[in-house]
């Protein structure tokens, strides 16, 4: 399987890892404990 060094933005951890057809599939890990991109901006949102 192959993939992509891991990049780090603004705290989101990201890298890519592609599928028997070459498909990329891009892996997140977000901080602070958000479990969506939304809690990066309103972290008060459930």
Do not use: H, K, N
């Not at 990329?24 to 459930?46: C, D, F, K, N, V």
């Amino acid at each position: 399987m192959r993939t992509e060094p891991v990049v780090d933005i603004g705290g989101v951890r990201m890298f890519f890892v592609y599928d028997p057809d070459d498909t990329p599939i891009e892996i997140l890990e977000l901080p602070a404990g958000a479990r969506t991109t939304l809690q990066l901006w309103r972290p008060s949102t459930p």
